[in-house]
């Protein structure tokens, strides 16, 4: 049964710190390692690929702000349904949290455990990728379903160890006495960045910094939140930022960007050229080792849209139930079920547009309602710097990011949309009591 001294208070354990440690853990994962290679395939520059990493991590902070102001005012877990459902309509947060149950985060923590035993498996021969991949899922997410307070504690350690991993890479590269010609840092084509190449380009990036919003997810965790969550988002999403445009900038500092053209493991690159096998292996073994903490906050975050939605009576009544610790353990249990089954079935090739067109749109609504949250005198704390600016810049960025996405893999779109006809057509069965 529901522990209502948990569900009244006792929850709120997460603070600044732990909250940024969630979002940093779930946007860092391979596509910094992978995606640069690709940059250059398609025409960029050096100074173009720094551009597009910035322009992605003011517009994720864009986002951040805006999710800031809506957490505060409306401190409970759930992310883009919770908001969408209690500005918008309630029809719209159904299919926000039905897209988060598939695609949001059973798929990518399916995703991120195959790509992380991938890795292992370049260092161990005959390495079972799948099945370690269900082994890991299963572990964290008997963690994350025992106590809240352990979880958090074991992910803040996770993420100081891939900071440190991320940093050790940078500095072994800059400080290494191997340099390809340093001119490409600064070499930009103004004219690439009307075409379409370079929208698909900020498409790749803004799917890098995915997970900006994740500590939103658990706003019934976080303490005090209309201070702890917006410091939480930002703190995050900076710092990311940051490390984003270092690790870039090494890479372009240790190979030269012919080298790099469509190379789609960058990073294992660079361990190659300046290190040998070993580099490589070392490159590796650093990947593997920060995907466990992305695994781990998604296993976090996950359930907690589950058991807001189970309260609205959308979904099962077990996805609620809190255990003794003030964990919604059989939502974790729920997910990993369907992670697990996605990791030893699944292809991820064409999964990334599918993805981000989906998520796009949803992020895009709970943006957009923080405008009704103002326009109804509901925004209380006005933590949104810029605004109307700011919510307005993500906009813009988001709803190009998805018409491009509509126009380079239309079927992905078309996937898309089955998903939410098919979670709309749910909807209206579940409030017929069907």
């Given at each position: 049964m529901v522990n209502k001294k948990n569900e009244n208070g006792s929850r709120r354990v997460v603070g600044t710190y732990t909250g940024a440690a969630i979002v940093i853990s779930g946007m860092i994962g391979t596509g910094i390692f992978t995606t640069t290679g690709l940059m250059v395939e398609m025409g960029a520059l050096g100074g173009d690929i720094l551009l597009a990493w910035l322009i992605g991590g003011l517009v994720a902070l864009c986002g951040a702000l805006s999710y800031g102001e809506l957490g505060a005012n409306m401190p409970e877990s759930g992310g883009e349904y919770y908001y969408i459902s209690r500005v918008l309509h309630p029809s719209l947060g159904f299919l926000s949290g039905w897209?988060?149950?598939?695609?949001?985060?059973?798929?990518?923590?399916a995703a991120a455990a195959m790509a992380m035993h991938f890795y292992l498996g370049q260092i161990y021969p005959d390495w079972p990728v799948r099945i370690m991949a269900v082994v890991t899922i299963s572990l964290l997410s008997v963690l994350h379903a025992y106590d809240l307070r352990l979880g958090i504690r074991v992910q803040a350690a996770l993420v100081i160890l891939k900071i440190l991993l991320i940093i050790t890479f940078i500095g072994a590269v800059l400080f290494s006495p191997h340099s390809a010609d340093?001119?490409?840092?600064?070499?930009v084509s103004p004219e690439f960045w009307s075409t379409s190449s370079f929208a698909v380009i900020l498409i790749f990036v803004a799917f890098a910094y995915s997970g900006w919003n994740a500590a939103s997810y658990i706003g019934a965790e976080i303490k005090n939140p209309e201070i702890h969550l917006p410091r939480a988002l930002i703190a995050g999403t900076v710092l990311v930022t940051v490390l984003y445009i270092l690790v870039n900038y090494a890479y372009l500092r240790a190979v030269p960007?012919?080298?790099?053209k469509g190379v789609e493991s960058v990073a294992s690159t660079v361990g190659v050229v300046l290190w040998g096998t070993a580099g490589a292996q070392f490159v590796s073994a650093l990947i593997a080792l920060g995907l466990i903490s992305t695994i781990s906050s998604m296993i976090i975050v996950g359930p907690r849209v589950y058991e807001a939605m189970a309260k609205d009576s959308l979904f099962p009544g077990t996805m609620a139930r809190l255990n003794s610790h003030g964990v919604p353990s059989w939502a974790v249990f729920f997910q990993a079920l369907i992670a697990s089954s996605i990791a030893l079935t699944a292809s991820f090739g064409p999964l990334l547009i599918y993805i981000g067109f989906t998520l796009n749109i949803f992020a895009a609504l709970a943006v957009f309602s923080l405008f009704r949250l103002r326009m109804q005198n509901r925004a209380k704390v006005r933590v949104c710097r810029g605004y109307p600016v700011t919510p307005v810049v993500f906009l813009i960025f988001t709803i190009w990011m998805t018409v491009w996405s509509?126009?380079?893999?239309?079927?992905s779109a078309l996937a898309g949309m089955a998903t939410l006809g098919a979670g709309y057509l749910f909807y209206i069965l579940r409030r017929k009591g069907i």
């Open positions: 897209v988060s149950l598939i695609v949001g985060f059973s798929a990518p923590i340093s001119t490409s840092l600064t070499q960007l012919a080298q790099l509509i126009q380079s893999q239309p079927l």
